[in-house]
């Protein structure tokens, strides 16, 4: 630990904790970091987390206590880099063991200046969102008079005992307090892509081959921060997809002659996040026109289904630490059926709010808090659900709903 550089993890609310930079330091890229603090309890799929969009503006805290045992590679990366801002964990593992190993995750982490730091007593750190909600937070490096001697032991470090830690520890949560909230930034004009890419249904895919669709439909797949697996899902079942950038009007969707269209998942604040407001449109023209006229199958995963939520003029809403993870039960109500699934989100679709003319109904709950998972049209091919059917990382046992799709389509084109 000697040669690592003591970092301090500071809360707007002044709660500190004490760690290391997870690689040497003469190895370290940046080092200092800010967003909003939040957990996720998913106990493998770390790369997978690092690349995933919606993790923009955050920091994100591993529960599992022991990361970087099986190292990273390029083949599961979902998206073209990694987006977090910093990554909190107990234990670093400096080697890992993986036949499909290319690399080792605090490395490759700081090439892109994102800090990992290890030694934080993360069941301490999550308890403290569970019970006071997600927080912003800055990853600091402490001033060289708040350090203690080289030869000092480091658990007085971690325990936060050493001369001069807490003016350490107010300046940073000073600075915690200036870090502009995820509901006031603009995040999904960051991650999403910047023009038309026809996606290459050969990739490999984390899951076993699907059905396949009759014909090549059509899909067009709005990209406000998607991940590489939603695109996998779709192409791998056959589907021909095309990925239009965020802000895409809807004449210019329609011009492209979709069968379908799908809008993945993204990061921040639905109703905040002024990027939206031409995707909120645009979803809005299609439930009106395509959807409506010719019964053109839609679908939403995630930020896409809050954004459907907006679009039918329901309301969103922010949960308290929200939900990250690959084990969160999920209920059909048309079934009864449960699943577990994967998610990552911070907000929510309130279902009081879903006006009583717009043909929507609930269709999933969270088995947890009760929350709205999933909505449905009770005339049209559209239907959404909060949670990820893709995975990756978690459970794949709601690819199902990529099937469901493509039997709409199928539908909707033998008429």
């Not at 921060?225 to 997809?241: F, P, Q, T, Y």
């Not at 993204?266 to 010719?294: A, C, F, H, W």
């Not at 289904?305 to 308290?320: E, N, P, S």
């Not at 709205?372 to 709903?401: C, I, M, R, W």
Request: with cysteine; charged share 25%; aromatic share 6%.
């Amino acid at each position: 630990m000697s040669s690592k550089q003591r970092l301090i993890l500071a809360l707007e609310d002044g709660r500190a904790f004490f760690g290391f930079g997870a690689v040497p330091s003469a190895e370290a890229g940046a080092l200092e970091a800010e967003g909003e603090l939040v957990f996720c309890t998913a106990m493998t799929g770390y790369q997978e987390i690092c690349t995933d969009p919606s993790y923009r503006g955050q920091i994100v805290v591993l529960t599992y206590p022991l990361i970087d045992n099986y190292g990273i590679n390029t083949g599961d990366h979902e998206s073209t880099r990694p987006w977090l801002h910093g990554l909190i964990v107990r234990e670093y593992c400096e080697q890992p063991s993986n036949w499909r190993a290319n690399g080792q995750l605090a490395e490759w982490l700081g090439r892109h200046k994102i800090p990992v730091v290890e030694g934080i007593d993360t069941r301490a750190l999550t308890r403290h969102l569970r019970e006071n909600g997600a927080l912003r937070a800055v990853i600091g490096v402490p001033r060289p008079e708040a350090l203690p001697a080289e030869n000092d032991d480091t658990g007085m470090w971690l325990q936060g005992r050493t001369p001069g830690v807490q003016a350490e520890v107010d300046r940073l949560a000073a600075r915690a307090r200036g870090v502009a909230p995820l509901s006031e930034q603009s995040l999904v004009s960051q991650v999403s892509a910047a023009e038309y890419e026809q996606v290459d249904h050969t990739v490999w895919a984390p899951f076993r081959e699907p059905k396949q669709a009759s014909k090549k439909h059509r899909v067009v797949l709005i990209d406000v921060g998607v991940k590489h697996n939603i695109a996998r899902s779709l192409a791998r079942r056959g589907l021909d997809v095309t990925i239009v950038p965020f802000d895409t009007p809807a004449e210019d969707i329609i011009a492209l002659h979709p069968d379908g269209v799908v809008i993945g998942n993204g990061p921040g604040d639905p109703d905040g996040d002024p990027s939206l407001k031409q995707t909120i449109e645009t979803l809005r023209v299609l439930l009106k026109g395509p959807v409506r006229e010719r019964r053109m199958p839609l679908t939403a995963v995630c930020l896409g289904h809050q954004v459907m939520g907006l679009a039918i003029g329901a309301q969103t809403a922010r949960l308290k630490f929200g939900h990250r993870g690959g084990n969160h039960p999920v209920k059909d109500l048309r079934t009864g059926r449960v699943y577990i699934t994967s998610q990552n989100h911070g907000f929510h679709v309130d279902g009081a709010t879903i006006p009583v003319d717009s043909g929507f109904a609930v269709s999933h709950v969270n088995l947890n808090d009760g929350s709205v998972e999933g909505l449905e049209h009770k005339d049209l091919p559209v239907f959404t659900v909060q949670y990820h059917p893709e995975a990756s990382p978690g459970p794949q046992d709601n690819q199902y709903l990529f099937d469901r799709f493509v039997e709409e389509l199928e539908a909707n084109a033998r008429g």
